[in-house]
C-alpha cells in the first residue's frame, strides 16, 4: 500500500519511485494502465488513510480522531470525498425526490463529523445551487477544513460550526443530512440522529454510514475493532435501520455499497 501511494503521488525521490515501482511490477500493477483515468490523488489518499491511521493507533496517539496527524486527517478526509461521486450518480436516483431537492436553488446539506470538509467540499462542486453545512467538535481539524474550502471553488457554500450533533438545533431546513457513525461517539450519535431528522426539511433523506457486518468472524470483528478503535459507533444494518425507524422517518433502506465502502442506510422525512 505505501508503494501504491508513492507511485500515485510520483512525488517522492527517483531511487524511491524506482523501488515502489519495482514492486509493483512484482504484484503485477501497472499504475498508469490498471488505474486508467481514476483521480490519482484521491485514490492515493484512499491507499494512504489506514497507514497513517494504522501508526498513529499502535504509536499511542491515534486512540481517537483527535490524536491523529494532520496528514492522517487529511488522507480520510480526500478518501471519503471520493464516495460522493458514486453517491450522485448511483444513490441520489433511488431516492424519491433528492435529485430535485438537491438542485433547488437554496437547497441545504448537513455533514456531521465534517473533518477537513473535503466531502463538504465534493457535495458542493456536485451540486451548483447546494450549500453544505459542515459540523465537528476538533478545533484543529476545522482549521484544516477552512483551509480545504478557502483552496476550493466553492467557499461560499460550505459553512464550517464547532459543534456536537447532540446540540443541533436548527429545525426542517436540509434535504440531505449525512451521519458517519464510525466517526461519531455512541453518545453523541444517539441524542444527535433525532436532532438530524427534525433538522431534515420535509421530504429530505437522512443517511447513515455505517460498518457491514455479514456474518463473517474475521471480517466483523475487523470492521468493528477499527470503529471502536477510533472512538465510533458499530452499527449493522438492521441497527442503523432501527435508529432512523425510531425518530419517525419512513423508507427506510439499506442500499448496496461497493466492497470496501461502508454500508449506507437511509431514511425520509415524511413530506
Known amino acids: 500500500m505505501a508503494a501504491l501511494t508513492l507511485a500515485l503521488r510520483d512525488d517522492g ?55 491523529q496527524s494532520d496528514g492522517a486527517l487529511l488522507a480520510q478526509g480526500r478518501a471519503s470525498a471520493q464516495g460522493a461521486a458514486a453517491f450522485a450518480q448511483f444513490g441520489v436516483p433511488r431516492l424519491l425526490g433528492l435529485a430535485e431537492a438537491l438542485a433547488a436553488p437554496g437547497a441545504r446539506m448537513l455533514d456531521v463529523g465534517t473533518g477537513v470538509a473535503a466531502l ?38 460550505v459553512v464550517l460550526r464547532e459543534q456536537d450533533v447532540s446540540a443541533l438545533d436548527d429545525e426542517a431546513i436540509y434535504v440531505l443530512g449525512w451521519i458517519p ?11 444527535g440522529v433525532p436532532r438530524v431528522a427534525r433538522a431534515l426539511a420535509p421530504g429530505g433523506w437522512a443517511m447513515v454510514g455505517h460498518g457491514k457486518f455479514a456474518g463473517d468472524p474475521v471480517e466483523d470483528a475487523l470492521s468493528r475493532f477499527k470503529t471502536v478503535a477510533y472512538g465510533g459507533t458499530a452499527l449493522n444494518d438492521d441497527q442503523a435501520q432501527q435508529m432512523l425507524r425510531d425518530v419517525g422517518l419512513t423508507d427506510v433502506m439499506t442500499l448496496p455499497t461497493p466492497p470496501g465502502a461502508p454500508a449506507v442506510t437511509f431514511g425520509r422525512k415524511s413530506p
Open 13 to 67: 525521490p527517483e531511487e524511491q519511485m524506482r523501488a515502489a515501482a519495482d514492486l509493483l511490477g512484482a504484484l503485477g500493477i501497472d499504475v498508469r494502465a490498471d488505474l486508467g483515468d481514476l483521480d490519482r490523488a484521491g485514490t492515493a489518499a484512499q491507499a494512504a488513510a489506514p497507514l497513517l491511521q494504522t501508526a498513529s493507533l499502535v504509536g499511542g496517539d491515534g486512540s481517537r480522531w483527535a490524536g
Open 120 to 157: 463538504a467540499v465534493a457535495y458542493a462542486e456536485l451540486f451548483p445551487t447546494l450549500t453544505v453545512v459542515g459540523l465537528d467538535v476538533l478545533p484543529r481539524v476545522l482549521a484544516l477544513a477552512a483551509e480545504t474550502i478557502a483552496a476550493s471553488a466553492v467557499a461560499a457554500r
Open 181 to 191: 457513525a464510525p466517526f461519531v461517539p455512541e453518545r453523541a450519535l444517539r441524542e
